[in-house]
């Protein structure tokens, strides 16, 4: 090995390059290893789905409602109740939430009634989803009279996502250096015009990150909706929010739950139109994330 | 201020009052600062007076920062902050309640330790607190006016509406003093603000705080002796806690009444 000239204490040190380097080897192929893994199974489920249910897409499966015979059974309810549900629900979460992290980050004082405050929230993001069902079901549905409707599942779903959104806005909130907000209550500005010109511009990134996933988990929820008893045969598309309506995985469920096998076969399309919902959805999200990010 | 004879309660050092007879923009009396329990700035009497430049200089963690952060009540955001005594502006107390603390921060300006411009574009930098307090001028005339005092109109002219991220470290801080200047104040603060810049920055800014030095009052901290005795008019020491000498600046430089000043300002401490 050619000498460095590391001087008169080198031998105080014993570099062990081979052995180091042999690790850290090592390490790598273990972690893209494990990469693989995750990402192939993904691929094998994802295959195998296209392959079930890709025959039966169609313009056709999009556009009629559900039925007893396979072949004239299609999604349109579904999908629409769906984009019902996440609009709603998007309306109702994100300014609460956002509103919610921005109190507790900026305004409120640290009494030990906060800091039980947020203790909750973090702990709300854990309860399973099936008890915000027994929530919405006991609270919207019956006790607030809204009937298995759009706003009851919205209501519902808002809440199940709240502590999400708040938590992921408080950290982007708490991300945003406080020389930041010196500067501009520096120059006079009061804590609302801080906030507002500075303050959540900066944050604006890591909030839509948050929200991107709480909205994403909605696409998905299929317990609480079914807590809430919303009907699977829908035979017309909502035209209001106290309409009654039915969602895309709660369509898949009940597909899946037949004798048939070419109900597996339509809930496999099904998951597909799904999988491209929230493809789509996360795909405005990123853009609109990417365009806050390079304004500032 | 008539009442600066030292009561016989006071301390026997730390009251040497500077010649310069002038209005105070500050006159701080027994005023005693800290966080929760813990004490940072004990009993302390000084005045800033007006269109001077005032250095404080000190080992770190003896409140420097703490005391010019109480000068435009940028502390009321820390919840633990406690103060005492009494600290007047113009006559005012600083703590009133009828005292508005962002009509205050108006007019008592501060430029920090790093560099902090918005992230926008560097003309939005200098309008934005004028904006937002109202003001009624053209404030693109205001912002040239204001950048030009702050010796940066010549680099950023031809770029007004590039980020302000994009300028250099020592831009970026005249570009913060400029920021200040747009608002008009009385007073300007500065915590350190060399601290982070290379030494042909701080040389800029050095002559720039000299060509501000008739119109405004200064305060400003510095880790920089050097600094402290080249643009300053007058000097406070402060250690652990104390006021230990405040006069004028050549006198502390040259014949400190106290050892403890003499060994910090020719580095002979700790
Ligand atoms: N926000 C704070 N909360 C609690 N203690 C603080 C805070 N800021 C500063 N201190 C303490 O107050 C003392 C003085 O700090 P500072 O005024 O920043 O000193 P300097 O600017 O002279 O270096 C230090 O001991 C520091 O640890
Ligand atoms: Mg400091």
Redesign the pocket.
């Known amino acids: 090995m050619t000498s460095l000239g590391l001087g008169d204490n080198a031998h105080l040190f014993q570099a062990n390059l081979e052995q180091r380097r042999r690790r850290s080897a090592r390490f790598r192929r273990a972690c893209s290893a494990f990469t693989w893994l995750g990402v192939g199974t993904l691929f094998v489920l994802l295959g195998q789905i296209l392959y079930q249910g890709a025959a039966w897409l169609g313009w056709d499966f999009l556009t009629s409602f559900a039925s007893r015979f396979p072949s004239r059974a299609g999604i349109f309810a579904a999908l629409v109740g769906t984009l019902w549900l996440i609009v709603t629900t998007a309306a109702i979460s994100i300014p609460v939430g956002v509103a919610a992290a921005i109190y507790l980050e900026e305004y409120a004082p640290r009494t030990r009634l906060t800091r039980f405050l947020e203790l909750n929230i973090s702990n709300l993001a854990g309860v399973p989803s099936i008890v915000y069902g027994l929530l919405g079901l006991a609270v919207f549905v019956r006790w607030l009279s809204l009937e298995r409707s759009v706003i009851s599942g919205a209501l519902t779903m808002s809440v199940l996502i709240l502590p999400v959104i708040v938590t992921a806005a408080r950290e982007a909130l708490r991300a945003v250096p406080p020389s930041l907000r010196d500067a501009a209550l520096g120059v006079g500005a009061t804590r609302w015009q801080c906030t507002w010109h500075h303050v959540i511009p900066q944050a604006l990134p890591g909030i839509l990150t948050g929200v991107i996933l709480a909205i994403s988990r909605v696409f998905g929820e299929t317990a609480p909706l079914l807590v809430i008893g919303l009907p699977i045969f829908v035979s017309r598309t909502p035209s209001g929010l106290g309409d009654s309506f039915t969602v895309l995985p709660l369509q898949i469920y009940n597909w899946t739950q037949r004798p048939n096998h070419e109900f597996q076969n339509l809930a496999a399309a099904g998951i597909i139109v799904l999988l491209v919902v929230l493809l789509l959805t996360n795909l405005v999200a990123v853009v609109l994330r990417q365009r806050t990010e390079t304004e500032s | 201020m008539t009442d600066a004879a030292p009561g016989p309660t006071q301390p026997t050092e730390g009251r040497a009052g500077p010649d310069v007879q002038v209005e105070a923009a500050f006159t701080c009396r027994g005023l005693t600062l800290?966080?929760?329990d813990?004490v940072?700035?004990r009993d302390l009497d000084l005045e800033f007076p007006e269109k001077r430049i005032t250095a404080i200089i000190?080992?770190?963690?003896?409140?420097?920062?703490?005391?010019v952060?109480t000068l435009n009540r940028m502390n009321d955001f820390?919840p633990?902050?406690t103060k005492a005594g009494t600290c007047l502006y113009r006559g005012v107390e600083l703590y009133d309640p009828s005292l508005d603390p962002v009509l205050l921060r108006r007019q008592v300006g501060m430029v920090f330790q790093k560099p902090n411009p918005f992230p926008k574009t560097i003309l939005q930098n200098v309008t934005w607190g004028p904006m937002i307090n109202g003001y009624t001028g053209d404030l693109r005339e205001l912002a040239v006016e204001s950048l030009q005092k702050a010796a940066l109109w010549g680099e950023v002219a031809a770029r007004l509406d590039q980020p302000a991220l994009s300028l250099s470290g020592g831009q970026q801080q005249r570009l913060c003093i400029a920021r200040t200047l747009a608002m008009q104040p009385d007073v300007i603060l500065m915590?350190?603000p060399c601290s982070s810049l290379d030494p042909v920055s701080t040389s800029r800014i050095e002559e720039l705080m000299d060509s501000l030095r008739e119109r405004y009052t200064i305060v400003i901290?510095t880790h920089n002796m050097q600094q402290a005795a080249r643009i300053s008019d007058l000097t406070a020491f402060?250690e652990g806690g104390d006021l230990v000498e405040f006069g004028d600046t050549d006198q502390i430089f040259t014949r400190p009444l106290y050892k403890r000043t003499e060994d910090y300002v020719t580095g002979r401490f700790g």
């Open positions: 800290g966080y929760g813990h940072v700035v000190g080992p770190s963690g003896c409140g420097k920062s703490t005391l952060r820390i633990s902050f915590d350190e901290v402060l």
